[in-house]
């Protein structure tokens, strides 16, 4: 089974659970950033949650199929068509040779991830098929789509059934954070600035973090020992941006570690664009 | 060896992690309790645990929240450091490595030799004059934060990072020395560059450095780099790296 990239979209890019166990490295944990889509999607078609999936992020591929398969789409709404026909989120679909999943007018979300039934081949690096950059270099190049490509698939022995589920719940623009180990060295203002005010998600944003635009106070220290940090760590920079930091961020800062995000909310960060207004609300 | 230090902070880092903290130091007895701890943890498996982190003077430890929580971890963690006392203390390589400084590959010189006031020909000097700790791997996957470099290299990161900094270039930030194992954005200052890479993530040992590691410079003329740089290349094993 084969699928060929007649387009592959901006930031198109093999995931799966991504690389544990490495961070004494340096190599961030990488992999989807809206788990759940992934595993919702994997499940609609009848695969385990370990194979990859595409993810992409506010324009989606245009994919030729070279044969019969089972797919799903899930995470953001890109408005996905096979052929001339709409597609659903969240719902399984049979597509024959010929067929052609094209995305359009990004309606929701920010990220979608495209589930295709069978055993994907596809390179891996540290035990995951995930994208992992250093610098310039891709370290693990197949995992970036390029028009052109063909993703090779070994088919499923049996074809799931037809599934559907409810739509993933909606998103949320209110992130619930806890104290960070830096929190106490936040001054009353810039406690004021990050709880009473929203935050719009500026376009630096990517896979290794969300950055704030609106300033907030800095931490007047100068000397912040470098220490780890997590996906879900905010981060405040010397010039008070906050970075909320996602799946590919580097494994060590020496940046104030101000709030961090619950883990339940992580996957609703995934889904927020550039632009989106956010406001964060204190848990404990 | 560890019997009279002091235990470290262990704090809830939100749901899915925690942070052991030995103080906020650049020390080499600290970070060598940071690595006890970090190998101790290492060699127990844990259900949930997914990520340790050791870096100066800390280890976070990143668990699955669906797996385990904070108390069941910290109490590992405890379990684990009370036995952690009465290890030896870890054991450490020393590498020996090749490293030109000349200034076509020194990205930097000049602004080093106004910043610090010194000639090249002492820089370099100083810089090759001590061995260094790898007090933790970071920024990039491979990246060797070496310190404490003397005194008198006491410098500042560069304004705004260069946006091409060439694979294993060594530069200076602070009192520290660190190595590029990728081509890359950086802002560190550039004052040469090792004729090998020191990161190959497809081989079972991906990276050249563990964090515990102690690293010394041997400087090496720019007709050495090129000579070393081709035995690299065409994957003989280059000479004058050295590991004690």
């Known amino acids: ?284 | 060896m560890l019997a009279s230090t002091k235990p470290p902070v262990i704090r809830a880092m939100g749901d899915s992690a925690i942070l052991l903290e030995w103080g906020h130091d650049i020390d080499r007895t600290i970070n060598d309790q940071v690595m006890a701890a970090y190998r101790h943890l290492a060699s127990d498996s844990f259900a949930g645990i997914v990520d340790l982190t050791p870096s100066y003077a800390s280890l976070v430890i990143a668990f699955d929240p669906r797996v385990t929580d904070v108390q069941s971890v910290s109490e590992w963690v405890a379990k684990n450091l009370s036995e952690c006392v009465y290890t030896d203390p870890p054991v450490s390589r020393h590498w020996k490595i090749p490293l030109c400084y000349d200034p076509t590959l020194a990205l930097d010189w000049q602004q080093l030799e106004q910043e610090l006031g010194l000639s090249w020909q002492d820089i370099t000097a100083l810089h090759s004059s001590i061995s260094y700790r790898v007090f933790a791997l970071g920024f990039l996957p491979g990246f060797p934060y070496l310190g404490e470099t003397p005194a008198e290299l006491t410098c500042q990161r560069h304004d705004s990072p260069l946006a091409f900094v060439p694979k294993s270039s060594v530069g200076l930030a602070g009192r520290q020395t660190g190595i590029y194992p990728a081509d890359s954005p950086g802002g560190w200052k550039i004052l040469g560059r090792l004729p090998f890479d020191i990161v190959n993530l497809a081989q079972s040992e991906p990276v050249l450095f563990s964090a515990g590691d102690e690293v010394s410079f041997n400087p090496i003329n720019i007709d050495e780099f090129h000579h070393i740089s081709e035995q690299h290349r065409e994957g003989q094993l280059a000479t004058g790296i050295y590991c004690l």
């Open chain 1, 1 to 284: 089974m084969s699928v060929k990239f007649l387009r592959a979209g901006p930031q198109t890019s093999t995931q799966d659970q991504g690389r544990s166990g490495f961070a004494h490295l340096g190599v961030p944990r990488g992999g989807a950033l809206d788990r759940g889509a992934m595993k919702t999607a994997n499940w609609l078609i009848g695969n385990t949650d370990n194979q990859p999936v595409l993810e992409f992020s506010m324009a989606g591929p245009s994919l030729l199929f070279l044969a019969h398969t089972t797919i799903a789409i899930t995470g953001a709404d890109l408005s996905p068509k096979l052929d001339r026909q709409p597609l659903e989120n969240n719902r399984s679909y049979r597509v024959k040779p010929g067929d052609n999943l094209h995305f359009g007018a990004l309606k929701s979300g920010c990220r979608g991830y495209l589930a295709i039934a069978g055993n994907w081949r596809v390179p891996t690096l540290l035990g995951s098929a995930s994208g992992l950059r250093a610098g310039h270099d891709e370290l693990l190049p197949g995992a970036m789509w390029q028009r052109g490509d063909i993703l090779q698939i070994n088919a499923p022995q049996r074809q799931a059934w037809p599934k559907q589920t409810s739509p993933a719940s909606s998103i949320s623009h209110v992130i619930s954070v806890m104290r960070g180990p830096e929190f106490d060295q936040l001054s009353d203002n810039a406690r004021q600035q990050l709880f009473e005010s929203e935050h719009i998600l500026d376009s630096r944003s990517n896979r290794m973090g969300l950055r704030l635009t609106r300033p907030i106070d800095a931490i007047a220290t100068n000397k912040q020992l470098s220490s780890g940090v997590t996906p879900g760590t905010v981060q405040l920079t010397a010039s008070g941006e906050p970075i909320i930091l996602l799946a590919d961020a580097q494994t060590i800062g020496g940046y104030p570690r101000v709030l961090q995000v619950v883990s339940t909310a992580m996957d609703n960060l995934a889904q927020l664009k550039p632009g989106d207004a956010i406001a964060l609300t204190l848990v404990e």
